[in-house]
């Protein structure tokens, strides 16, 4: 299951852009989605409205002013079908579906704030704060990306681009040990990962 989601995670971020990533910070008096209709706690299979497995189509119904969205994977021709819901600015909700199953959502992911986990880790929180959890954290290295994932949970996150950086090279320089103790303590978390198989 973290390996599919680690796989996930790297497709999703490959569209994010070359630029150094940081959380957003919440904007000011902009009209966004209402977040009281969302279920603002992450869990394995929801974030938002929108949980592991429903249509893509059901998505966009839930989010009348989402979009449709094509995201990139690891091969250049291919392309996955999702719904992309901006919430404001650099904050959105993107469902993913999977190269074998173009209709439903394997992947969510959020850049917004407002969505946490069971322990109050949100876009913008530290790695100080996510190891006060005391959770058993697992990193992975999918194609170079760094991806988190918080074990108890089964959600995951990547961090902004500098503290991924300094990270990947500490882990290669350590022979893939002792991750849990490489990351900065200052690391911001600028995307959270939640979903799982939609086996038939």
């Known amino acids: 299951m973290q390996r599919l989601l680690a796989v996930a995670v790297l497709t999703i971020s490959a569209g994010a852009g070359g630029e150094d990533r940081m959380p957003p910070r919440p904007a000011a008096g902009q009209p966004v989605s209402n977040p009281s209709a969302d279920t603002l706690l992450i869990t394995v299979d929801q974030i938002g409205r929108g949980r592991s497995c429903a249509l893509l189509s059901e998505i966009q119904h839930f989010y009348p002013g989402s979009r449709d969205t094509l995201t990139p994977t690891e091969d250049p021709d291919l392309k996955q079908a ?109 995307e959270l990962f939640a979903g799982r198989g939609c086996g038939k």
């Open 82 to 190: 999702g719904v992309v819901v901006d919430l404001g600015p650099g904050e959105r909700l993107l469902y993913v579906a999977s190269w074998s199953d173009s209709s439903h959502a394997w992947t969510l992911s959020t850049t917004s704030p407002r969505f946490h986990t069971r322990r109050g880790l949100h876009v913008g929180s530290t790695y100080a704060e996510v190891l006060s959890t005391g959770d058993s954290i697992e990193f992975s290295l999918p194609e170079g990306q760094v991806v988190a994932t918080i074990i108890p949970d089964s959600v995951s996150f990547m961090v902004d681009d500098r503290s991924a950086t300094r990270f990947y090279n500490r882990y290669s320089a350590a022979n893939l040990i002792g991750g849990r103790q490489l990351m900065d303590s200052t690391a911001r978390i600028v």
